[in-house]
């Protein structure tokens, strides 16, 4: 059954909408996805089984009771991970790239040649991506700093990345190249030191 949504449900538990034939199945199948507990949804079955008259009073005065029957809800996830909260392909996605950038550097300074230099440039902004990315995601929660800090780090976070890879692939194609960039860095070093 697909998963149905949520704000639809409770307002179908506590009579909203006025259709009570659905009532068992929404119960079921909100009980069966794990969005609220079987013990509220037997209460709201126990309350509801005749459709009462709703006014906007009876619903303040008869409130859900604010017991912790109701599952949280995560407000933010995480980037590019299954809905399913499987992260097995992202994490071995990750350390394939980590172990492919252990082979890209010396390949890099070695050979010189704008691909093997375009591969690294990749490689390496998706490896800092990623880890910067698991930064955001555990220090800007929304349920710490609020809603808005962590939709401005995210964006921040993807400007930064595209600003990286774009600074590298100018430095490839209209400079020296990455390869030749760090000969050069270490030429000056030794020049000075023989002055």
């Not at 009771?65 to 996605?93: E, F, K, M, Y």
């Not at 591969?119 to 995601?137: D, N």
């Not at 990286?164 to 000056?188: D, E, H, Q, S």
Request: aromatic residues 6%.
């Amino acid at each position: 059954m697909a998963r149905c949504h949520l704000s639809r449900q409770l307002s179908l538990l506590t009579g909203k909408l006025g259709n009570y034939g659905q009532l068992p199945l929404v119960r079921n199948c909100a009980v069966s996805q794990g969005i609220i507990h079987p013990q509220f949804a037997s209460f709201i079955a126990q309350k509801y089984t005749t459709a009462p008259k709703l006014t906007a009073t009876s619903l303040m005065l008869n409130s859900v009771p604010q017991l912790n029957l109701v599952r949280s809800i995560a407000t933010s996830q995480r980037h590019c991970a299954p809905i399913t909260g499987d992260h097995v392909r992202l994490w071995q996605a990750e350390r394939v790239t980590s172990a492919i950038l252990i082979g890209l550097l010396p390949a890099c300074i070695l050979l010189e040649n704008p691909f093997v230099d375009v591969t690294l440039s990749v490689f390496m902004v998706m490896h800092s991506h990623w880890g910067l990315e698991a930064i955001v995601i555990d220090y800007a929660r929304p349920i710490v700093v609020g809603n808005i800090v962590p939709k401005i780090a995210h964006f921040a976070l993807n400007l930064f990345s595209a600003a990286t890879l774009a600074g590298l692939l100018l430095l490839i194609y209209n400079g020296p190249g990455l390869g030749k960039t760090v000969k050069n860095l270490w030429t000056v070093g030794k020049s000075e030191a023989a002055k």
